[in-house]
């Protein structure tokens, strides 16, 4: 992903890098709640929970998981991944 100019750009990035599930409205700039790609599998209870919050804006995005705070985000032409 070279430049962000769109939330949908920054929509599929996600999806297809990381299997973040974004709901399709997530083609505008805001915040989302989604499943987890990394901890969804592993829940016993709450299994509808919505973990992982998404923010996507003109500078990039950010997430955060609030169940196995995976965190991470792209931004200003670079990856700000943390594992
Ligand atoms: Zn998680």
């Not at 998404?54 to 500078?59: A, T």
């Amino acid at each position: 992903m070279s430049e962000v100019n769109s939330a949908g750009v920054l929509a599929d990035w996600l999806r297809e890098e990381h299997g973040v599930k974004l709901p399709r409205r997530a083609d505008s700039f805001g915040n989302f709640n989604c499943e987890c790609p990394k901890c969804q599998h592993t829940r016993k209870k709450h299994k509808r929970d919505r973990p992982l919050r998404v923010k996507l804006s003109q500078d990039g995005c950010l997430w955060f998981c609030h169940h196995c705070s995976w965190k991470g985000g792209y931004g200003g032409g670079r990856r700000v991944d943390r594992k």
